[in-house]
């Protein structure tokens, strides 16, 4: 099994940053896609972005201009860069992460709050 720890999430006001990142530990074979999805109160969990271990990252168009995915092969660590944000991005972010034997797995999730 692999487990995921999110960190990074909290209070920001609108516009401005935050850094969130995930760490995978357990059972790796080969991590080959990691990323991020968000569900806010009452809505369906959506995908904002994932990354393979090689190639372009796939990444939402409500926040491909804002966000940025990357991650640390070496390390089995995804960071997802928020810059310019906006109440509407207010969500639990959640990490996942599919594993070539093992399959995908999910993180606890970090709240991230944008409000003034």
């Known amino acids: 099994q692999v487990q995921l720890v999110e960190s990074g999430g909290g209070l920001v006001q609108p516009g401005g940053s935050l850094n969130i990142s995930c760490a995978a530990s357990?059972?790796?074979?080969?991590?080959?896609?990691m990323g991020w999805y968000r569900q806010a109160p009452g809505a369906e969990r959506e995908l904002v972005a994932d990354?393979?271990?090689?190639?372009?990252?796939n990444v939402a168009r409500s926040v491909k201009d804002r966000f940025t995915i990357t991650r640390d092969n070496a390390k089995n660590t995804v960071f997802l860069q928020m810059n310019n944000l906006r109440p509407e991005d207010t969500a639990v972010y959640y990490c996942s992460a599919d594993d070539i034997v093992s399959g995908r797995s999910w993180g606890r999730g970090t709240q991230v709050t944008v409000s003034s």
């Open positions: 357990g059972r790796i074979r080969s991590l080959y896609v």
């Open positions: 990354i393979g271990t090689v190639g372009v990252p």
